[in-house]
């Protein structure tokens, strides 16, 4: 059996989770012939480690400080590179399908799948809190779900400008405004991005109503550990709906999974003689199995 090696590369890298998500992906998927890797790598020397792999590689996931990287490296090799990550910035996943590494971000689509499973299809009023890569990618989220508009509250809007551009390349207006501004009542969907550290402050805004102010309110804080955040507390006092971090985190390896899944069938055809066209077995039933076992191995533990 041929084995496909896969992993993660990052600095730092021994916190990831990602080696038992995808572990977790690839057992209820069926597909024993796949490795998982962890790799220290830091932003300097990922030209050299992208250079060692061999033909035996299928593709990595990339956490910080790689995002960015991967994306010039991809670009200047000649590789494709999905809309999504364009309109980011950020490349969390190469595969090894060419002569160039094709770049792909499912940070968004993860967002968008902890969103959906919550039942929110359509965001309705939206906000951001944070003004980062990964508010970028909350606001990307919200105009692939249909946005005209988000309202981004961040501490330093003037930090917030790439935010708006990532909004305006999806066809959607981003709105940055001092963090102060933010009125949790005032908007259907909520994404926080800021760290745990500033949801003891955002507790205090979100809690000011009375029992039953957010009802019908939804928030996805992206923090999963510790849980709950103060924020995500104080806004289920409060009435509303929270979708934790490790929803986000779930989705986002079970979009890499399948790429790597996909990537591993269309091989496995050409060696048997296909031409790869249609390898890969995917299916509802198979994503919802590998969905449930990813969010059951991120709920069970924390970094």
């Not at 080696?19 to 069926?30: S, W």
């Not at 490349?91 to 090894?96: A, E, G």
Request: glycine letters at 14%.
């Amino acid at each position: 059996m041929t084995i496909h090696r896969a992993g993660v590369c990052g600095h730092p890298i021994a916190h990831s989770l990602s080696p038992v998500m995808h572990e977790a992906g690839y057992r209820a998927a069926r597909r024993s012939d796949i490795s998982y890797d962890l790799s220290d790598v830091d932003a300097d020397g990922l030209a050299g480690h992208l250079a060692g792999l061999d033909a035996s590689w299928i593709g990595l996931s990339l956490t910080m400080p790689l995002k960015q990287r991967a994306l010039e490296l991809v670009r200047r090799a000649g590789g494709p590179v999905d809309d999504v990550a364009a309109a980011t910035g950020s490349v969390n996943t190469l595969v090894f399908s060419g002569p160039a590494p094709a770049a792909y971000n499912t940070d968004v689509a993860g967002i968008i799948g902890a969103l959906s499973g919550a039942g929110v299809t359509r965001p309705g009023r939206c906000a951001v809190i944070g003004g980062g890569a990964t508010a970028g990618s909350a606001a990307a989220a919200f105009a692939r779900q249909g946005a005209n508009a988000v309202d981004v509250f961040a501490r330093t809007p003037s930090r917030a400008a790439g935010v708006e551009r990532v909004a305006a390349s999806l066809g959607a207006r981003a709105a940055v405004q001092p963090l102060d501004k933010w009125r949790p009542g005032d908007y259907d969907t909520t994404v926080n991005t800021t760290p745990v550290g500033a949801s003891a402050s955002l507790a205090g805004t979100a809690g000011r109503g009375a029992p039953g102010t957010l009802v019908g309110a939804v928030l996805l804080d992206v923090v999963y550990d510790p849980w709950p955040t103060p924020l995500a507390s104080a806004w289920s006092a409060a009435g509303g709906t929270v979708i934790d971090g490790a929803a986000m985190l779930a989705h986002q390896a079970v979009g890499q999974i399948e790429l790597f899944l996909a990537e591993a069938a269309r091989r496995s055809a050409l060696q048997s003689g296909g031409d790869g066209a249609s390898a890969a077995d995917a299916g509802p039933d198979r994503h919802a199995a590998i969905t449930d076992a990813v969010l059951a191995v991120v709920r069970g533990r924390g970094d």
